[in-house]
């Protein structure tokens, strides 16, 4: 049996059929609660967000008509739902500090009274790095994550942002130029430990 487009599931949800949006939300939960946990103050701030977007889908089911990608028209309600969020708190990215790598990395040992050396690395790698992202100005961001953790290309990046092509891909440029700065003075920091 061959998987219905993510286009054709909505339009089937929109007539109905509750089975049709069960298979979107399993498809989509994940990429779409990381986007917004990657870029808000707290896991209770991503989780409301996560949760409007559904909401308005739900009740945009019989108005939607295919115009574009399904994926870019849930991200764009998503974009749309964190754009409306940093306008009411007035607030951007500052969720995560150095101290914050430290409690995680300190959390994974304890949990493994003989932390295998490869996992703990790549903790740590993985904390420097939500620690690099979250200093990212807002669009590099939001451009990078949609590019390399929701796999849009960079079209679809710039329909759903409202940009050019050209500057999605400045963004992302500059976004990972940024990252590797950041990590390689974080590795220099811990190695200065």
Not at 52 to 69: D, G, H, M, P, T
Not at 144 to 153: I, Q, S
């Amino acid at each position: 049996m061959t998987e219905l487009a993510d286009e054709q599931l909505m339009l089937s949800y929109g007539q109905g059929d509750v089975q049709a949006f069960t298979q979107l939300y399993l498809r989509h939960k994940n990429s779409l609660y990381r986007y917004f946990l990657r870029q808000c103050a707290s896991p209770q701030v991503a989780e409301e967000l996560y949760q409007e977007v559904w909401n308005k889908l739900i009740k945009a089911r019989s108005q939607y008509q295919v115009s574009a990608k399904f994926t870019t028209w849930l991200y764009r309600i998503a974009h749309n739902e964190l754009i409306d969020h940093y306008r009411r708190t007035g607030t951007q990215n500052k969720w995560l500090d150095g101290d914050n790598q430290d409690i995680e990395i300190a959390e994974f040992a304890d949990h493994n009274s003989r932390p295998d050396t490869e996992k703990l690395e790549q903790a740590q790698q993985a904390a420097q790095l939500k620690v690099c992202l979250a200093q990212l100005p807002r669009e590099q961001k939001e451009a990078f994550l949609l590019k390399h953790e929701a796999d849009f290309t960079l079209k679809e990046i710039a329909e759903l942002v409202v940009e050019t092509t050209e500057n999605i891909k400045s963004r992302i440029r500059y976004a990972i130029a940024k990252l590797k700065q950041c990590i390689k003075y974080k590795m220099e920091t811990n190695n200065e430990r």
